[in-house]
């Protein structure tokens, strides 16, 4: 069997200097990120994962991280990506060794501002284009999906909640875990909380 490719090939770039800011997709190669090794038993625990040990540093840096979530038999692995600190960017070769199956991408949107607790036109275009979930950590810890078919905000409900007012944004759905309780994903490391307190 052909060791099969996803070159999402995705430099997500979001411009958001300005309340106008505009995001859009551009095609570029980069290096490749393989398999976690450690095998998770679903693909919301690889998520979790994967998010939980990028998270920090993403917001810390202002940067970006974009992964795929990967299944061989009944094992979920996740692979990780950083982007440019402080540009809102990845270049992302994702390879889908053999013997593995894409179920889901997932990634996180950097520091602190309105837009980034939400889907960007970018990510529910990738999420339409390849037919995948799509999974948002974010600054606050919230964990959201993004899943085919998903709703877009217009552009009047995008202002409401303080993003630029055009249409193609999305909410996603904000996941829970078994019990009920809203999954959250770490925003500051140990030694910050201790300082903190």
Do not use: C
């Not at 309340?19 to 038993?41: D, E, F, H, L, Q």
């Not at 994702?94 to 501002?113: K, S, Y």
């Not at 600054?139 to 193609?168: D, E, H, K, N």
């Amino acid at each position: 069997m052909p060791r099969s490719t996803w070159v999402l090939m995705l430099a997500l770039i979001l411009f958001l200097g300005a309340p106008g800011g505009v995001a859009r997709a551009v095609a570029a190669p980069a290096g490749g990120a393989g398999p976690s090794v450690v095998a998770y038993t679903s693909e919301l625990d690889a998520v979790i994962a994967a998010s939980s040990a990028v998270n920090v540093r993403s917001i810390r840096e202002d940067r970006e991280f974009l992964g795929a979530v990967l299944r061989r038999g009944d094992d979920f692995h996740y692979s990780v990506v950083p982007g440019h600190a402080g540009a809102d960017r990845i270049r992302a070769r994702l390879t889908v060794p053999d013997g593995f199956e894409l179920v889901a991408l997932w990634h996180t949107h950097g520091a602190a501002a309105p837009e980034r607790r939400y889907f960007s036109i970018v990510d529910a275009n990738l999420v339409a284009r390849t037919g995948k979930p799509l999974y948002l950590a974010d600054y606050t810890g919230a964990l959201r999906v993004l899943t085919p078919g998903a709703p877009r905000l217009s552009a009047i409900a995008a202002r409401q909640l303080g993003l630029p007012g055009r249409s193609g944004f999305a909410r996603g759905e904000q996941l829970r875990r078994l019990d009920g309780e809203l999954v959250h994903i770490p925003t500051r490391t140990d030694s910050a909380l201790a300082v903190s307190n």
